[in-house]
């Protein structure tokens, strides 16, 4: 029994590293950097894109640059990113996140998408400020619409505490990411402040954006 458990738990690290490469060697300034061009891209094709006027509504958006998922007997989807939240001064400096999840089966082959999350209410902002919640569980979660305008939403969409969207060669769309863990990403917050720092500390304006955090900043103020 001894033998069989930790070859599975070999085969799974294994696994891990074929189909997630580099994502535990992608440092934090170069995800900040992925995540502030993901950023960039949100209006530039209005008709393929996140509807600007969920986005002017957002009470905070999450940008993860590259989430991967897929792999042999077990599957799942993992990724690192950043949160930022509307407070009376603007939008709050850049916070850690990680997204965990996954189910069991036989998928061949993976993927890596870039994943942008809107919080569309307090309740989804009260989610996001806890060390850890379930999209789909805790947190009321669906496929954002696309376009121009929001005003095609479905109800599930409109009652919403988070419209989750993936972006592949260019083109925004709606997923479904119910199931998906995020949580709190201790090791980058670490890397932005020197110092251990908690993402509601962050989210609700505690700290200043630090240093290499302009670009991330900058481009979520058109917003």
Request: positive net charge.
């Amino acid at each position: 029994m001894f033998r069989i458990r930790t070859f599975l738990v070999v085969a799974t690290v294994a696994l891990t590293a074929q189909f997630f490469p580099g994502t535990a060697l992608a440092s934090t300034p170069e995800r900040l950097a992925a995540a502030a061009a993901t950023v960039n891209e949100l209006s530039a094709a209005p008709d393929k894109s996140i509807p600007a006027d969920l986005l002017k509504k957002a009470e905070c958006i999450i940008v993860v640059p590259s989430l991967k998922s897929g792999a042999i007997v077990v599957g799942g989807e993992y990724g690192r990113g950043f949160a930022s939240c509307r407070t009376a001064k603007g939008w709050s400096a850049p916070a850690g996140v990680k997204v965990e999840g996954g189910s069991v089966g036989f998928q061949i082959g993976g993927a890596e998408t870039e994943v942008v999350m809107l919080v569309m209410n307090k309740e989804g902002v009260n989610r996001l400020l806890s060390t850890k919640f379930t999209l789909g569980g805790e947190a009321k979660a669906a496929a954002g619409p696309v376009g121009r305008t929001g005003t095609a939403q479905t109800d599930a969409a409109m009652t919403a505490e988070i419209l989750s969207y993936s972006r592949t060669r260019g083109v925004f769309a709606g997923v479904s990411l119910t199931g998906a863990t995020l949580r709190e990403d201790d090791s980058a917050n670490k890397d932005l402040y020197g110092k251990e720092m908690s993402n509601k500390t962050i989210l609700t304006g505690g700290v200043q954006p630090p240093e290499g955090a302009g670009a991330f900043n900058s481009a979520i103020r058109h917003f």
